[in-house]
């Protein structure tokens, strides 16, 4: 499961998702048993390790969680359920899509977006 959705809950980039109260949010899921979050550099990579230590969530994460809602966002992200597939009248992959979607715009790697495989 990719916890951080796109980095941000809006396409201008304004509004960042707060990283650890996702991740920790999703750890805590019994149904969950493997997660992809991403991380850049070192710094990242300690905050997704240190969620870990404790997987509380504290008030300001859980208010955190839903700043999109508050906001109106959406999120930038899809549940990958693959419901959408058998409404297409055109036979797209969706689900694949939006993943690519998601890194073109979401994370800013035009390159990932390319190399998904459809």
């Known amino acids: 499961m990719k916890t951080q959705a796109g980095v941000y809950w809006d396409r201008k980039r304004t509004n960042k998702i707060n990283m650890k109260a996702a991740l ?13 979050p991403a991380f850049a550099n070192y710094e990242e990579m300690k905050e997704d ?7 509380t969530l504290t008030p300001q994460e859980k208010s955190d969680l839903e700043l999109g809602e508050k906001l109106g966002f959406s999120g930038c992200y899809c549940q990958q359920c693959g419901q959408c597939a058998a409404q297409c009248p055109a036979r797209m992959d969706i689900p694949t899509l939006m993943r690519s979607h998601m890194y073109a715009f979401a994370h800013r790697q035009p390159k990932k977006a390319k190399a998904t495989p459809v």
């Not at 920790?24 to 992809?36: A, F, G, M, R, S």
């Not at 390790?49 to 997987?55: F, I």
Request: charged share 25%; no cysteine; net charge negative.
């Open 24 to 36: 920790k949010w999703v750890l805590q899921d019994e149904n969950v048993h493997t997660t992809i």
């Open 49 to 55: 390790l240190a969620v870990m230590e404790d997987l």
